[in-house]
């Protein structure tokens, strides 16, 4: 269903309606100008909110890595000779992007951020650099380092992870040849930003890199994560044993051979290492003071030579973290070892309450009442979906809620202390792909909403993810709108006509509550056969890369 004004069908001269406050007002928050597509992922009690930006605007290409003699350059470039010298025109600076960028992880090319993080106020949003490195020339970050933001504390400290600065590594061959390698020393790595400083929070095993992720933070600076604590392949320890065997590796350097393991550990760490959640505690100048490693809701036998994994993903004041786990499970009478929800306290692990129909389940969030929240997957008229639960852990009682229809896949992202949870669920009951719609659950009245009846009717946004809520009920959300369609210049496309194409633009809001506000009366009208121009492509964007935004865990092999 659309919304729309009344007054939008009827003139003007024949209706005056009355002013209507709505309940949340929407800000658009200013990353515009950075990059195409903006995710907010959190937003602690000052109102701050973090966000990752997809496809940054005008990315430095660095010329000097281009083998300008290919056929395929000499053919398509308007301008060559200006090109080698690095003034390039905007034909050939879109050629030359396209290039770069379509050989990601080579070695022998520059690496282009496919993202960068950001933490925003309602004007103005800072960078994260994460590991970027800056330029010896000009002493900015070179943007080729790809970094995820997932939290913030109420101090303003962000954790994320991101990659490794690149830096060019030269290299002679045996025959004389010379080559320069585009390198970096690990390829996802934890991190917290605290004061402007990044500090490593790297895993308990390093081999080739190893792996962490950083997912929340409390106000005791406690950092929850997930991370590498042992290779677990001895194929994959056979090939870092060859890397560093000089009579055994190829013609290329050791921090080549090793990128590559990194790459493959990063591409399939279910095939290669354990992980297990972790707990980094920081001092109050952001100083690592120890590393805590997790446990399992299993216990495996001395003998057992399986992978297994846990995670931490939000963690509250009181000390409780919340994520997923390894676990043997029974479903549908067949036993599976499986994700499970996992709540760790102190050296213990427990799950929710056990329901013959879930298949998986994995809690995303807890607050200081010690309430959790996530989802199951469970089958529903027989198709599997994902059901929003809440776990009491001081009671031991999980309920689970339908969200929009009993078949709505219902995903929680964050809940605040006043029993309040946002998420996004699916609002139509169709065979394909479902349209989204942020949501708003009180825990307290059992009331589940959709935020786009809590906006302004005539607003030009719609809200398909609640990812984050502080505990001014104030919401960090993903949104779509009418916009221009962009380059990678940031220069708007025009189609074969000259006419500015418009798409629905992916963009990072921020709700805010409206004092002594009340929902609007709209007209619903119907649109299941309006065209939309751009809606189609830009929802499969949108589902593609909605792991960009969300705050919590997202399962990984």
């Given at each position: ?12 001269s ?22 195409q ?20 605007y ?29 003034n ?88 004389a040849t ?37 997912f ?29 065997d ?19 550990l ?114 529903v ?9 809440v ?10 809620q ?19 949870v ?38 030009p ?90 705050r919590?865990?997202?399962r990984?092999?």
């Open positions: 269903m659309k919304k729309t004004r009344l007054a939008v069908l009827l003139s003007c024949l209706i005056t309606l009355a002013a209507q406050s709505a309940q949340y007002k929407v800000v658009e928050l200013p990353m515009s100008e950075i990059g597509s903006a995710f907010p992922t959190d937003i602690n009690n000052s109102g701050t909110i973090s966000a990752n930006v997809q496809n940054i005008l990315p430095v290409i660095d010329v000097s890595l281009i083998n300008f003699e290919l056929e395929s350059l000499i053919n398509n470039l308007t301008d060559i000779e200006a090109a080698k010298a690095g390039l025109n905007a034909a050939d600076y879109l050629i030359l992007y396209s290039f770069v960028t379509a050989n990601r992880e080579n070695q022998a090319f520059q690496q282009i951020a496919q993202r960068k993080s950001f933490v925003s106020s309602e004007t103005m949003a800072t960078l994260l650099p994460g590991f970027d490195l800056k330029t010896v020339s000009n002493d900015v970050y070179d943007g080729s380092t790809s970094t995820i933001v997932r939290g913030l504390n109420d101090f303003g400290y962000a954790v994320g992870a991101g990659q490794g600065g690149f830096y060019k590594f030269p290299y002679v061959l045996e025959d010379e080559r320069t390698y585009v390198l970096n020393d690990f390829y996802r790595r934890a991190f917290v930003q605290v004061n402007g400083s990044v500090v490593e929070l790297p895993p308990p095993d390093t081999t080739v890199g190893g792996l962490s992720d950083a929340d933070i409390n106000s005791n600076n406690q950092v929850v994560g997930n991370g590498t604590t042992d290779i677990a392949s001895a194929t994959f320890q056979t090939s870092v044993d060859n890397c560093l000089d009579t055994v590796r190829t013609d290329i350097p050791i921090e080549s051979c090793l990128r590559t393991l990194n790459i493959a990063n591409s399939s760490p279910g095939s290669y290492a354990q992980r297990r959640g972790l707990i980094w505690q920081l001092d109050d100048q952001g100083n690592l003071l120890s590393t805590k490693e997790l446990g399992l809701l299993l216990q495996p036998e001395l003998d057992d030579t399986r992978i297994f994994s846990s995670t931490a993903v939000a963690i509250n004041n009181n000390g409780i973290a919340v994520g997923e786990s390894s676990a043997d499970t029974v479903y549908r009478g067949r036993n599976y070892t499986n994700g499970a929800a996992a709540f760790f306290i102190g050296d213990q692990v427990s799950t929710i309450n056990s329901d013959v129909d879930n298949f998986t389940s994995t809690a995303i969030d807890i607050n200081d009442d010690d309430i959790a929240v996530g989802y199951v997957q469970k089958q008229n027989g198709v599997l979906r994902k059901k929003m639960f776990h009491n852990i001081n009671t031991d009682v999980t309920s689970y339908d969200g929009f229809f009993l078949g709505s896949s219902t995903v929680p992202s964050s809940m605040n202390n006043n029993g309040m946002v998420g996004y669920g699916e609002v139509e009951s169709s065979i394909g792909n479902r349209r989204n719609a942020g949501f708003l659950y009180n825990d307290v009245n059992k009331t589940f909403t959709d935020i786009n009846t809590l906006i302004a009717c005539d607003s946004y719609s809200i398909q993810n609640a990812n984050g809520i502080n505990d001014n009920n104030e919401i960090a959300a993903t949104a779509l709108k009418k916009g221009k369609s962009t380059n990678v210049r940031g220069e708007v496309v025009l189609d074969s006509d000259g006419l500015e194409v418009e798409v629905d633009v992916v963009v990072a809001v921020k709700l805010i509550p409206i004092e002594g506000g009340s929902v609007e009366e709209c007209n619903a009208v119907d649109d299941i056969n309006l065209p939309r121009q751009g809606a189609g492509s830009s929802w499969l964007l949108l589902l593609a890369f909605i792991g960009f935004g969300l919590k865990y997202q990984n092999a």
